[in-house]
């Protein structure tokens, strides 16, 4: 450990720590502009600077580039550190444009932050203002290259992180352009964390411009609901519609950046118009106490007419834990014929494989998978099935991995979208993992046999296996728990007449056979249409939850925001009248895990109404802004 003295606070810190980080490790904050903990540093911005008082270093310095020695002193109020920092920032913004209070960063911006922290509040300047033309760079992302500020963390994200070779820095010296060579969207399967990485307004979220400032958001930390690797996010809403996900730092998942499809695929469905907002019985809407009288009658005539255990309670790995802990106390109060985790057998069979031979001794974390010197992809295409380990993968690889595509499923575009090199071979057995110190397996769900998944956990090798859905780590658990099986099982028994579907989602060769009781789900599915009483339920965004990810973390999502059809959403007939009123349009939803302890409840059982209780009850307090906590203990 490495000891020095920081405006005359004592700080001690690991040997190689810059002094900026030293810095913020005692909530001393050094304006930086192109030092990103994910990108180190750079010494491109210059605004970072210190004086060192006393030690074996003197006079101004930049402290993101200086790494810390004993006996060092720093001041960061010096007054010609503060002269140095103001001079810079008001060199920056020279040819900055007075567009703050239309740009959609206004709020969020370090530019901003730092600029009047500097003291920066005359501009002096009255030459002319270097201008650019913006571009096209697709459907998601805006550009307004006049705010740049030449801090090249766009550039070295896109390129050295995320191995994107379609946007770079163009020009010299005062006229640096980043961008592409031509209008068009990005290719990088990441390339929407530019929105979150640019210090200015640079890069803005199209979905969202104009929408509202950042004050005006309701936000809350919650969980990605893409894939099975639970990657933290933040998303942002108002006025009952989500407007943009925000990429949450998790050190220990995701680190500091989301893929795009998990940034800007979810609020289609969260804000669809046609969302169950209502409960309907025979396409007829009504009222929560008779929708559940009326299942509660369906059931009843469902058993008489084909005897008890005529029907199937259907989950999926979309529900969150709560629900999924409900659902076999709910199958067994109205004594269901099957309860069923899964609509197919084989996606079952490979989940609940997968999850009974993962422990602490073979899973890893995407992190951990970063500082890997071998991995081996296994009939798995990272991009489908989850894109952000890819970017761990180039991470690995950029330290001196070396990767290898296993089977004909493994495809190679998966290097290529994030330039890395793989060695293609036939077989695991061709990778040479014992000659390495630290070996990855990386395989999935979608193609590998249950076989080959126990083949794989039982090599000795550490394991990361991408699951079918966000909560498909705790669906297989319980499924293995309760000898649950799959929906296409228990239909080619003969018993099951009838499904009640929680957020499930059947497919259509299954709906043919079967008669949809009820529907709990949020979405607006086949199964949905086809179900004779709907339920709706609140989105992720609309509740708190919990949820298990591949590696078998639990984490917790919070309440974004209230549930109801979006002020945008109206059409001008549609739109309520200026009334007070005690509920909101479309806001009669509740969660699938209390819609359940309620029929529960109604069936005549007062106890296991409380989803997170006896071996689930550690995670009721667990730290939404946590890292999560493993669940093979509980």
Known sequence: MTKLIIDNIPVEVPEGTSVLEAAQSVNITIPHFCWHPALGKAGACRVCAVKMVDGPVKGIQMSCMLPVQDGMVVSTTDPEAEAMRGHVIEWLMINHPHDCPVCDEGGECQLQDFTIAGGHGRRR????????????????????????????????????????????????????????????????????????????????????????????????????????????????????????????????????????????????????????????????ETGWDEALEALALRIGEIKELHGSGSIAVVGSARLSLEAAVLLPRFAEIIKAGALCYFCDETEASRSTTAVAHLSPANAISMASVQQADCIAMV????????????????????????????????????????GIEATRVDTLEEVPTRTFKNPVVICGTRHNPASTIEKIMQSGNRTVCLLPGPNAFGCAMLSHEHEAISLSQALAKGQVKAVIAVEADIPADLLAEISIIATLDWQQTPTVAA???????????????????????????????????????????????????????????????????????RHGDEQGTEPLSGRWEPLRQLDAEGEGVPVYDL
């Not at 550039?155 to 191995?163: D, K, S």
């Not at 295409?381 to 890819?390: T, W």
């Not at 330290?399 to 290529?416: C, E, I, K, P, Y």
């Not at 002020?567 to 969660?591: E, L, Q, Y």
Request: charged letters at 20%; one cysteine or more; aromatic letters at 10%.
């Open 125 to 284: 300047y009255t030459g002319r203002k270097r201008t650019y033309s913006n571009q096209y760079l697709g459907p998601y992302i805006q550009h307004e290259m006049n705010r740049c500020i030449q801090c090249y963390r766009c550039v070295r994200f896109y390129q050295e992180y995320a191995g994107g070779i379609d946007f770079g820095a163009m020009g010299s010296a005062q006229k640096v352009y980043f961008g592409r060579f031509r209008d068009g969207q990005l290719e990088s399967p990441f390339s929407g964390n530019l929105v979150d990485i640019c210090p200015t307004g640079v890069f803005t979220d199209s979905t969202a411009r104009f929408r509202a400032r950042y004050w005006d958001y309701d936000m809350a930390p919650s969980i990605c609901q893409g894939c099975s690797l639970g990657c933290n996010i933040t998303p942002a809403a108002r006025y009952r519609e989500l407007l943009k996900i925000i990429a949450r730092p998790n050190r220990a998942v995701n680190g500091w950046f989301i893929c795009d499809q998990g940034r800007f695929s979810p609020a289609v469905a969260v804000n669809h118009p046609q969302r169950p907002r209502t409960p309907l019985v025979d396409g007829r």
């Open 379 to 418: 009939d798995v295409d990272l991009l489908a099935e989850g894109s952000m380990l890819a970017l761990a993968v180039r991470q690995a690889w950029r330290r001196g991995a070396s990767l290898f595509l296993v089977g004909a499923h493994a495809s190679a575009l998966q290097a290529d979208a994030v």
């Open 531 to 601: 179900a004779r009483i709907v339920l709706p339920t609140t989105a992720w965004v609309e509740m708190d939850g919990t949820c298990i990810n591949n590696e078998g973390r639990a984490q917790r999502f919070k309440k974004v925001m209230q549930a109801g059809l979006p002020v945008k959403g109206f059409a001008p007939a549609a739109h309520p009248s200026h009334r007070h009123r005690s509920t909101v349009p479309g806001g009669d939803v509740r969660p699938a895990w209390e819609i359940m302890a309620a029929l529960i409840t």
